[in-house]
DNA sequence: AAAACATATGATTATTTGTTCATATATTAA
DNA sequence: TTAATATATGAACAAATAATCATATGTTTT
């Protein structure tokens, strides 16, 4: 998504280090850096109210687009949109059925992530 | 975050409904809309690549915000404020230790959630 | 063939969001 | 106390993004 820059010679990190050991070793062990932008990008789709509507209720049922719209009194366009940026990352999957497009979760992954977040949001 | 109609009577669902039972028992199902939207919020935290490396980062070590400037190249103050949002969310934790504040992840669901993302991301 | 229907998509717009800059707070050292 | 250091935070700005509108594509029906 954003660039990132590696190192730069602008005004970054303005204050001493005090762990210089600790920041070695946590950067020898970081996945190297194109892994985590996918990483992020794919918990993006995860972060919106529309999208997260959408998981939950495939996670329920497959759906048609004009069910998922009637479920969340959306526009139709506003729905496919949302279903293309699940799709595109394979988060959902679409099956065409004469005029209809069935969508589903694409893997089990989807369905535990979604507990965990719920797990985490009901703790203590 | 953003607000969402329950009902409305603007041209929403224009195209005929196909699976009313269907649509029915998920709307039935769907968690109570309020807990949706925190959801996607928690979400959200993971899915920017400043916020997934500091998550990464503290799932190796616990780290003091220096720590993370010099790991990350970034300003102290965008990491801070990053660190902020993750901090309000629970998903870390502070501790103070004279100036320096060393920040850690804040349960385990957090190292779950990181490598289900992952697992997802090297599916064939 | 044309009309009707379900879905997809490009462009525009309003909102959200991440970074920066300036400055404030908190703790230790002098 | 004052100076120095580490972190926090408000405001402003630029970039990202979700909804809308208009329209296109693909499929069935007539």
């Known amino acids: 998504m954003s660039a990132r820059h590696l190192s730069s ?3 970054v990190c303005e204050t001493n280090c005090i762990h210089a050991d600790i920041v070695a070793r946590v950067a020898r062990n970081l996945p190297r850096g ?3 932008d996918p990483l992020a990008d794919f918990f993006k789709l995860f972060g919106d109210g ?3 509507r959408i ?3 495939l996670s329920e049922s497959e759906m048609c687009v004009c069910d998922l719209c009637a479920l969340l009194s959306m526009q ?3 729905v496919s949109h949302q ?3 699940l799709k595109q990352s394979r988060v959902v999957k679409a099956r065409r059925e004469g005029k209809v ?3 589903s979760l694409d893997d089990d992954h989807i369905r535990r992530l979604l507990d965990l977040g719920m797990a985490h ?3 203590p």
Chains 1, 2 share one sequence.
């Open 34 to 36: 194109h892994w985590l």
């Open 50 to 52: 529309t999208r997260i």
């Open 101 to 103: 497009v069935y969508y």
């Open 121 to 123: 949001l009901q703790e």
């Open 55 to 57: 998981l939950w209720a």
């Open 83 to 85: 279903l293309k940026n």
């Open 76 to 78: 139709q366009s506003a």
């Open 9 to 11: 010679d602008v005004d």
